[in-house]
């Protein structure tokens, strides 16, 4: 398998470090490398930035013109046909407060956005709302987080 992916941090001072950053890393890397093998993707090259909740809003703002911070968006740079090419931002503040929130590790939220955002590199979409944990994309990412936290045991 022909994968890079490159994963990097610009989060703030201020912002909470419950999870070292070199098991995030690995983490990440496992969930978009699980996440494109469950496709069939054997070649692709995919950067993953954990933002924090300002630059994240900002992001959010400019590209999607939505206000206020999010926890994942994603960027396929890449014709159908060729090699996947994308960038992932994962909200790394936002992630910790969904962890919390849903009583899990922040382990767990952050292959769960991981995962999440390179399903939509790859083309899939959700509706908004309660359907979305009833979607395929929902079921083919929880199936996936499984995995990845099986296999990081």
Not at 89 to 95: H, K, M, P, R
Request: aromatic letters at 6%; charged letters at 25%.
């Amino acid at each position: 398998m022909s994968v890079r992916c490159v994963i990097s941090f610009e989060v703030g001072r201020s912002s909470p470090t419950l999870l070292p950053r070199a098991r995030a890393r690995r983490l990440i890397r496992k969930a978009v490398r699980t996440t494109l093998a469950y496709e069939g993707v054997e070649a692709a090259h995919v950067e993953v930035t954990l933002l924090d909740d300002e630059d994240m809003s900002e992001l959010n703002r400019t590209y999607l013109g939505q206000n206020g911070t999010t926890d994942v968006i994603s960027f396929a740079l890449y014709q159908e046909g060729e090699e996947p090419v994308g960038d992932i931002y994962i909200g790394w503040d936002q992630a910790l407060r969904q962890a919390a929130a849903l009583g899990e590790a922040p382990e767990g939220e952050l292959v769960r956005l991981a995962i999440h955002g390179t399903l939509h590199l790859l083309g899939y979409d959700h509706p908004e709302g309660a359907d979305r944990e009833r979607s395929e994309m929902w079921k083919v990412q929880e199936g996936i987080l499984r995995k990845v936290i099986g296999i990081e045991g």
